[in-house]
C-alpha cells in the first residue's frame, strides 16, 4: 500500500471506488486499525489497493443519529474481479473485521461501500434513478447498484472518493466527484 496519497488513475472515468467507514471499535482496535485490517485483507485476496484518501472524522448518518462519530475515507481499487464478485469480497471482509448486520444505520464495526466500477450503471437507469430517491432500497430490490445510489448526496462519501479521482464524472448526472462534493459542501 502508498503512503496514503492519492494517485489517481490514467482514465479516471474507470475508477474503482470504495468507501469506508466505522464508528465502533472491533476485536482488531479502534476504526483506524479496524479499517486499515480490512485494506490489508482485500489486497491478501489479490485485490490492489492503488491509492487510498487520508481519514477523516465525521457525524453520524443519518444526521442526529444518537451514535459515535464516523472514521470514513475511500480507496482507489485495482482487480479483475466483476462487480459482483468484488461486491463479495468487501462483504467477507466487513464480516471478517466483525460487522454484523442488524439494522439500517446502526453502529459499525466497518462499512465497506462499493461506489463506483468505473461507468458501469445497474441497474438500469430508470430503476437506478428510482433507487437513488428512496434513503434505503426497500427489501427484494436488487442488492448491487453502481453508482452507489446515494454517494451524490453524502459529503462523508464524496469527499474522499474526490481525493483520489476527482475528474470521474458520474455516469447520470455527468458531474465530476470534485463538482458534486462541492455542491454539498457549499
Sequence with gaps: MNDGRARAPLHQDQAILIGLGAN?????????????????????????????????????WPPGSDQPDYVNG????????APEDLLAA????????????????????????LLTYGQTLRPELEE????????????GQPFLVLPHPRLH???FALEPAAE???QWRHPVFGRALEEMAGLLRG
Design 24 to 60: 465502533l471499535d472491533s476485536l482488531i482496535g479502534p476504526p483506524v486499525a479496524t479499517l486499515e485490517a480490512a485494506l490489508t485483507r482485500l489486497e491478501a485476496e489479490g485485490i490492489r489497493v492503488a491509492a487510498r484518501s487520508r481519514w477523516r472524522r465525521t457525524p453520524p
Design 128 to 139: 437506478w434513478r428510482r433507487l437513488a430517491e428512496v434513503s434505503h432500497p426497500p427489501e
Design 164 to 166: 483520489l479521482a476527482p
Design 90 to 113: 468487501l462483504l467477507e471482509t466487513e464480516a471478517e473485521m466483525g460487522r454484523v448486520r442488524e439494522a439500517v444505520w446502526a453502529p459499525r464495526v466497518c462499512d465497506l461501500d
Design 153 to 155: 448526496l453524502r459529503f
Design 74 to 81: 475511500a480507496a482507489l481499487l485495482e482487480t479483475e474481479l
